[in-house]
């Protein structure tokens, strides 16, 4: 339980971090964590830099809630890597491997410029470059 309350206090009890309705309210949403708000200036510095940037995040709840608020704040979906995620393979048609991990991880590498991937540490089988 206390290790909830340090990633956001909205964890604490089970409850979910909220989703704020626009940018400026995802922003304030997050910085309600100290840890969350210095991952927000670190995603600043790589927007200016034009590079990617993936972040690591077991908890669930915590993944759906950064996924969620970082694209209000930055204006484009952010994948979840997870165990919700199916492996993929190469084989599967586009559309189906846009939604498996290894599509994920492929569209991640192949796209230009600032773009963020959060990635559960607990799920076995993916590279990065």
Do not use: W
């Not at 708000?37 to 590079?51: H, P, T």
Request: proline content about 6%; hydrophobic content about 40%.
């Amino acid at each position: 339980m206390r290790r909830e309350v340090t990633l956001h206090p909205s964890l604490l009890a089970g409850a979910k971090v909220p989703l704020g309705a626009n940018a400026r309210e995802s922003e304030r949403i997050l910085r309600e964590s100290a840890k969350l708000g210095r991952v927000l200036d670190i995603i600043e510095i790589a927007k200016r830099g034009k590079e990617k940037v993936l972040i690591f995040a077991v908890n669930k709840r915590l993944q759906e809630a950064l996924a969620a608020n970082l694209s209000k704040i930055f204006g484009f979906e952010i994948p979840v890597i997870n165990g919700d995620a199916p492996p993929g393979t190469r084989s599967r048609s586009p559309e189906a491997m846009n939604r498996t991990r290894f599509g994920m991880i492929e569209a991640f590498q192949r796209a230009e410029g600032f773009r963020i991937c959060l990635l559960s540490p607990l799920v076995p089988s993916y590279q990065t470059r």
